[in-house]
């Protein structure tokens, strides 16, 4: 039986950081499953579910990443994963959504509620506030599972929220 750990990286923000991880988790021979990283401020976060090759265990993963030169300074943690590695079906995505404008107090605390009024399970969220060179733009971005008989009266009701908060809002349906 396969064992899988979380592997968990959070520290300073650097060229190089995913490569280095990403480097050092192959050479252990450690296959990636869900993945995600983001540059966070100065800082980045990279997070990975981990099938690690037998006779390698987490604590032991953990302990080679703290060894990566990247890596100084950055709080590592690799654990074993308790958790169903494979996504049930409210794990895929089914729209992405992009709401954009004014930074609006709130805005991810609603949104969430309309998804979870609508049975809708945000599998991805990403929110930012651009420099202001860049014209201060806020710019959300859900990846969410929307129940097929509730998308119509779901995507609307974001649409509104969006709308009724002065902010432009654009749906995809997703191709995965």
Do not use: W
Request: proline share 6%.
């Amino acid at each position: 039986m396969v064992s899988i750990a979380l592997v968990s990286v959070l520290g300073p923000d650097r060229v190089g950081l995913v490569a280095a991880i990403a480097d050092h988790l192959f050479g252990a021979g450690v296959n990636l499953r869900d993945t995600a990283f983001a540059a966070l401020g100065s800082g980045a976060e990279f997070v990975a579910v981990c099938e690690l090759p037998e006779g390698v265990t987490a604590q032991e993963l953990e302990t080679g990443l703290k060894q990566v030169p990247e890596l100084e300074g950055a709080e590592i943690r690799a654990v074993p994963y308790a958790f169903d590695p494979s996504p049930g079906p409210t794990g895929n995505v089914s729209h992405r959504i992009t709401i954009s404008g004014g930074d609006q107090l709130g805005l991810v605390a609603r949104l969430s509620e309309v998804f979870k009024q609508y049975a809708a399970n945000i599998v991805r969220l990403e929110a930012r506030k651009l420099p202001e060179e860049n014209g201060g733009l806020y710019v959300t971005r859900f990846a969410v599972f929307v129940p097929p008989e509730q998308a119509g009266l779901c995507l609307a009701t974001v649409r509104n929220t969006a709308g009724t908060m002065g902010l432009d809002c654009q749906i995809e349906e997703s191709l995965l």
